[in-house]
């Protein structure tokens, strides 16, 4: 309401506070007009019993007590008549009748001197309010200009009451979010602009792959060899297909595009899914998969995606797990989160390479995979981070390696 606005509040508190020195000037004028009054009709007074007293003795007493204490009204009629005489009565005009008429003049010079100094209070209130406003208004707008110049400036009296102090605080919030959003579009156009020099940087090779192939293929050479090279032109573009796919997939999950579904998801049925395309690579290498956990062990997310982030993991592990070598994976929860884990008894990794093994294109300097690109994992913690989750590894050389799931349990109370 607008009663109820501290500037207002403030506003009127002033004006009832003058409203009242006003009131007090005005009763001590109007005491003083009437000490002046007075003084006249003493004096008015004494030349009536001075004049009257010389000449009837007397009759002092008697004068006095009609002037001084209004005692007696008998003669009052006789006074009329004798003063009709000389046109002295109410119809008297107001600059004729010398006491009423230098009251006039002193009344309306204490009056004008009043009002005056009345407007002047008035006048000071209301400049001192309106420069706290230019004061305030002026440095928002200070505070505008320089922001938009991307200059600091303290804007003054941020925590202040009232509609002024909320548009401060208002102002300050839109700028830091303008701020943040700038920001936010600078580092796109840096994920933008490195997202694309990983893309030409990975299909490089295989085009410069795929250009010798096809140069070759117009010379004069045997068909068995043009077989060899058609083959390989197949194997360089299906590659290609995987890395395009693969880098749009990750591109989309780091530059947040993609909305996660926020369904309840068994990890039974996430590990049952994202094991099948696994099973053939696994048979291969007659590698043995065990799976430990509680049927009812579940966490918020988004299943399609996770199943992409898992078997990207779970590839990764068969890669580098040897044939007849074992492969298991737990999975477990507490009133905090729900985890995953996955282990094997592979070649393991260097402990200089675990910090990195995340990051895209990272590929370990002792990796015994020659082809990886190195995209793989650095997809699957996007995809788990975005899910409010996260992954971390152990690993030793020789030994294996642990890969831990984590799904917190704030991610599912966040969802109602």
Not at 309 to 322: D, F, M, Y
Request: glycine share 4%; with cysteine.
């Amino acid at each position: 309401m607008f009663l109820y606005n501290p500037e207002v509040k403030r506003f009127f508190s002033k004006y009832i506070v003058l409203m009242f020195v006003a009131i007090t000037i005005s009763v001590g004028f109007s005491i003083i007009n009437m000490n002046i009054t007075k003084g006249m009709i003493v004096k008015n007074n004494q030349a009536i019993i001075g004049t009257l007293s010389s000449k009837y003795p007397n009759l002092e007493r008697e004068i006095v007590d009609i002037i001084t204490q209004g005692k007696s009204m008998r003669n009052i009629d006789y006074g009329e008549k004798i003063l009709s005489k000389y046109n002295y009565d109410k119809s008297i005009k107001i600059n004729t009748e010398p006491i009423i008429s230098k009251l006039v003049l002193d009344t309306i010079k204490i009056n004008i001197i009043l009002v005056c100094i009345i407007f002047i209070l008035i006048f000071i209130l209301v400049v001192s309010y309106f420069k706290v406003m230019y004061n305030d208004l002026s440095d928002m707008t200070k505070y505008v200009y320089y922001s938009s110049e991307g200059k600091p400036f303290d804007m003054k009296n941020k925590n202040q009451e009232g509609q002024v102090g909320l548009l401060k605080t208002e102002l300050l919030k839109m700028t830091t979010i303008l701020n943040e959003k700038v920001e936010l579009l600078k580092s796109e156009k840096i994920f933008l602009n490195n997202t694309i020099s990983d893309i030409s940087h990975q299909l490089k090779t295989p085009m410069t792959s795929l250009i010798m192939l096809n140069d070759l293929l117009y010379n004069d050479i045997p068909c068995e060899v043009k077989i060899d090279f058609l083959d390989k032109i197949k194997n360089q573009l299906n590659r290609m297909d995987w890395l395009i796919k693969s880098m749009l997939k990750l591109s989309k999950v780091e530059a947040k595009v993609i909305k996660f579904k926020k369904d309840k998801i068994k990890f039974s049925e996430l590990i049952h899914r994202a094991i099948q395309p696994m099973k053939i690579p696994m048979e291969i290498k007659n590698q043995k998969l065990t799976i430990e956990g509680n049927d009812n062990v579940s966490y918020i997310g988004d299943i399609d995606w996770s199943v992409e982030a898992l078997v990207n993991i779970i590839k990764n592990c068969i890669e580098h797990t040897p044939e007849f070598g074992n492969i298991s994976m737990t999975y477990k929860e507490n009133p905090l989160f729900s985890e995953l884990i996955i282990k094997d008894d592979g070649e393991g990794i260097d402990k200089k390479d675990i910090p990195h093994i995340f990051k895209r294109f990272y590929r370990g300097k002792s990796s015994s995979k020659e082809d990886s690109v190195g995209i793989g994992l650095a997809m699957s913690k996007s995809i788990i981070e975005s899910q409010n989750g996260d992954i971390y590894v152990n690993s030793e050389k020789g030994k294996g390696t642990e890969f831990h799931i984590i799904f917190h349990k704030m991610y599912a109370d966040n969802s109602d």
